[in-house]
C-alpha cells in the first residue's frame, strides 16, 4: 500500500519535500491575474507516522492565497473549475478518507479503507473523481460519480485511476495495473472496459489524460531495459517518446491546442534528480533557469500563453510557483515547503 500510494498521490509529487509547517503567507507578486486558478499543497510530515505527509490545501485566485482545508490533515492532488465553481480534489490524511470541495465546502466520499481522489472531472452538474483504494489487503483503481462508487479493477493486482474524463456518455478513466511478473501496466477504461497501453515487460504508468475531439491522449512515463522512466504520451495508443532515457523522467500533465500537443513534467541530468520541464510538440524546453530542484506538475495554454504550475527549491524549502512564458510567480514564501498542483484557466 505505502509503496502504490507514493507514486500515484501527492505524495509521490511532494517525495523530495523537508520536513515544514503551514505556511500563511500572501503571494509574493501582485499583477492582474483573476482568470487564473493554482491548487497549492503546504504538505507537512505526520507526527504521529513519518511515512505519511499531512498538510494544508490552498488555493491562489485573484491574486490572494486561500486557505480551502479547515485543518492540516489534508492533501489535494487535483483541480477543476466549471462556470463559477471551483472543484478540488484530494484526501483527508486522518480518516483515511478520498473527499473534494465544492467552493470551499467538504464533501466525504463514501469508502472502507484508505482511500485517496486523485483526479476530478465535472460535466453537466455531474462529478467525476478518480482514485485508489485500500481495503481487505487489496488495492483497487476506482472512480466515484456523483458519489457512486465502480470498482475499475477486482484487486488481485494493485491498481490506480489517476486521471477521469466524462464525454458524451462515455466515461474515460486511465491509470496502471500491476500484472503477475509486479510490473505496473498502463491503462486506460472506457466506460468500465479495460485497454492496456503497454505489454508489461517493464514499468509503466498513466498519470494524466485529454480527449480533443476523437482522439484519446494519455501520458506519463514507461521504464526502459536499463530501469530509468522514459517520458512518453500515447495519441490513441501510439507512443511518443519524449526523453532519452539516460536519467529518469516524467510526464505530470497534458493539453492540446488545437493542433500542438503540450506535456509538462520534469527529466533528471548529470546533476539535478528533477529539472522542470515542458515539450511542444516533442520539443523539450527548460521552464526556469535555476540550478535547482524543479518540477512542473501542470501545463495549460490560453491566446498562445504557455501557463505551467510547480515547484523549485530555493535552496532552503521547496517554492509554489507558476510560469508564464517563463517568467515566475511566487505563490508562497515564508521558508515552508509549498508546490503549486495544479492550474486552471478562466
Request: charged share 20%; hydrophobic share 35%; with cysteine.
Amino acid at each position: 500500500m505505502n509503496s502504490l500510494f507514493r507514486t500515484v498521490s501527492i505524495v509521490l509529487l511532494l517525495i523530495g519535500l523537508a520536513n515544514c509547517k503551514r505556511s500563511e503567507d500572501e503571494p509574493k507578486t501582485k499583477t492582474d491575474n483573476s482568470g487564473i486558478y493554482v491548487l497549492v499543497n503546504n504538505p507537512i510530515v505526520s507526527v504521529s507516522n513519518p511515512a505519511i505527509l499531512e498538510g494544508a490545501v490552498k488555493l491562489w485566485h485573484n491574486n490572494t492565497l486561500t486557505n480551502i482545508s479547515v485543518s492540516d490533515y489534508y492533501l489535494a492532488s487535483g483541480m477543476f473549475v466549471d462556470g463559477n465553481d471551483t472543484y478540488i480534489v484530494g484526501y483527508d490524511a486522518s480518516t483515511e478518507m478520498a473527499v473534494y470541495w465544492k467552493n470551499n465546502m467538504l464533501v466525504n466520499l463514501p469508502s472502507v479503507g484508505d482511500t485517496k481522489g486523485l483526479s476530478i472531472f465535472v460535466s453537466k452538474g455531474d462529478v467525476y473523481v478518480a482514485g485508489t483504494n485500500f481495503s481487505g489487503g487489496k488495492t483497487y483503481a476506482r472512480y466515484w460519480k456523483n458519489g457512486v462508487v465502480t470498482n475499475l479493477t477486482d484487486g488481485r493486482y494493485s491498481a490506480a485511476a489517476t486521471s477521469i474524463i466524462a464525454s458524451n456518455n462515455d466515461i474515460y478513466v486511465a491509470g496502471y495495473e500491476y500484472n503477475s511478473s509486479d510490473k505496473s501496466i498502463a491503462k486506460y477504461w472506457k466506460n468500465g472496459e479495460a485497454f492496456s497501453i503497454t505489454d508489461g515487460t517493464c514499468s509503466a504508468r498513466i498519470e494524466t489524460m485529454v480527449l480533443s475531439g476523437n482522439d484519446l491522449y494519455v501520458a506519463g512515463y514507461e521504464c526502459n531495459k536499463i530501469g530509468f522512466k522514459v517520458a512518453k504520451y500515447w495519441k490513441n495508443g501510439t507512443a511518443v517518446t519524449l526523453s532519452n532515457g539516460n536519467y529518469d523522467a516524467e510526464i505530470r500533465s497534458i493539453f492540446i491546442d488545437g493542433a500542438d500537443v503540450y506535456v509538462a513534467g520534469y527529466e533528471g541530468t548529470h546533476d539535478i534528480p528533477r529539472v522542470a520541464r515542458y515539450w511542444k510538440n516533442g520539443i523539450e524546453v527548460t521552464v526556469s533557469n535555476s540550478s535547482t530542484v524543479s518540477e512542473a506538475f501542470s501545463i495549460m495554454v490560453k491566446n498562445s500563453d504557455i501557463y505551467i504550475a510547480g515547484q523549485e527549491h530555493s535552496g532552503t524549502a521547496s517554492v509554489a510557483k507558476y510560469w508564464k512564458n517563463g517568467v515566475e510567480t511566487i505563490l508562497a514564501t515564508g521558508g515552508d515547503d509549498t508546490a503549486a498542483q495544479a492550474i486552471f484557466m478562466k
